[in-house]
């Protein structure tokens, strides 16, 4: 017996000239590409706008373009979703998650918070729309900290879900917070020893860091920030040499920007290329081009999901 087969589905044939069929197509559907700075830098060069999760959740809220095309991962995607759910919203490619969206269950989540019923719950926008729509307040590695700032010291929180973020945010507010213990799997693996050693053969060199890193990691920077802070940092600072402890396809705008600085993207624990954002970077141009050409894959989600989830993005829009 022989399994009968199928025609493969036709895919369009790829344009020679990506970059012009990317604008041909952003014409005729009236769409917006919005991208992380962790992209590929052919990506990031056809962006409309670049920046980091609150800026792009900005953007997202406040667009007129009919499609969004979300250069980014399934979190950032979602989140403008939930913020447009009458707008078609488009990612490269549907398998680009976040260890740190993973790592938190619905489940385990609900079961967590129900050990602390007295708690504000602020999640970090780095979660599935489950986790938000059980979320008090969203934040960003931008805001965080601004954001605790103003909730009563006498209100007890919990944070969710990056430990590291969280604990970063306990060290400038001086507020305690019961953590969830999920991390970033490239941020986690920055080597302490590595960036001490590269500090000692480079004794001119800044550091600047992003605050998922584990706060050993942070102790050697002169500056921790979100990736918008760390690019307008590398821009406005005097130093001419930076060791940038985030992903490093971040160092694509502070090289355009800065083109007479020298930036080093700081080492991860072992000889890979795990300083890369593995999800971030399973998107490319002509996954970009074919997910505008084919109006797919779509980013859906319950519209019960999305109301909940909706409530906690806006108080983070309106108190940032
Ligand atoms: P920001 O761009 O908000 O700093 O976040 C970094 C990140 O890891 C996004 O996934
Ligand atoms: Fe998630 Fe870390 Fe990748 Fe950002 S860099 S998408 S936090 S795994």
Same mark, same amino acid.
């Given at each position: 017996?022989?399994?009968?087969?199928?025609?493969?589905?036709?895919?369009?044939?790829?344009?020679?000239?990506?970059?012009?069929?990317i604008h041909s197509l952003k014409r005729d559907l009236n769409a917006v590409i919005l991208a992380h700075y962790y992209q590929d830098s052919d990506i990031q060069d056809v962006a409309d706008y670049l920046g980091d999760s609150l800026g792009l959740s900005q953007q997202a809220a406040n667009t007129k373009a009919d499609v969004i095309v979300f250069a980014g991962v399934h979190f950032m995607a979602e989140t403008a979703k939930i913020l447009n759910p009458t707008k078609l919203v488009l990612l490269p490619d549907v398998n680009a998650g976040c260890s740190l969206a993973d790592g938190c269950p619905p489940d385990e989540f609900a079961r967590f918070k129900s050990l602390h019923p007295e708690h504000f719950v602020?999640?970090?926008?780095n979660c599935t729309a489950e986790i938000k729509a059980m979320s008090d307040l969203i934040c960003t590695s931008s805001n965080a900290v601004r954001l605790v700032e103003q909730i009563s010291p006498?209100?007890?929180?919990?944070f969710a879900p990056d430990q590291h973020l969280g604990r970063y945010v306990m060290?400038? /507010?001086?507020?305690?917070?019961v953590l969830w213990p999920g991390s970033c799997m490239v941020h986690e693996n920055f080597s302490e020893k590595k960036i001490a050693q590269l500090?000692?053969?480079?004794?001119?060199?800044?550091v600047i860091a992003h605050p998922e890193c584990e706060i050993g990691v942070l102790r050697h920077a002169h500056y921790v920030g979100s990736t918008t802070a760390l690019l307008k940092y590398a821009q406005e600072s005097?130093?001419? /040499?930076?060791?940038?402890? /985030?992903?490093?396809?971040?160092?694509?705008?502070?090289?355009?920007?800065s083109p007479q600085k020298h930036f080093i993207p700081a080492p991860?624990?072992?000889?890979?290329?795990?300083?890369?954002?593995?999800?971030?970077?399973?998107? /490319?141009?002509?996954?970009?081009?074919?997910?505008?050409?084919?109006?797919?894959?779509?980013?859906?989600?319950?519209?019960?999901?999305?109301?909940?989830?909706?409530?906690?993005?806006?108080?983070?829009?309106?108190?940032?």
């Open positions: 017996m022989f399994a009968t087969l199928r025609p493969p589905i036709a895919q369009p044939a790829i344009p020679i000239d990506l970059v012009e069929a602020i999640s970090y926008i006498h209100q007890p929180i919990l060290n400038e /507010t001086g507020r305690n917070m500090q000692m053969s480079h004794p001119d060199a800044g005097d130093w001419n /040499t930076l060791i940038v402890v /985030t992903e490093p396809g971040i160092i694509h705008q502070m090289q355009k920007q991860p624990m072992g000889n890979c290329a795990c300083n890369e954002c593995p999800h971030m970077r399973l998107n /490319t141009l002509e996954k970009l081009y074919l997910c505008m050409k084919n109006k797919s894959p779509e980013v859906t989600l319950p519209e019960s999901i999305r109301r909940e989830a909706l409530r906690p993005i806006q108080r983070m829009l309106a108190m940032s």
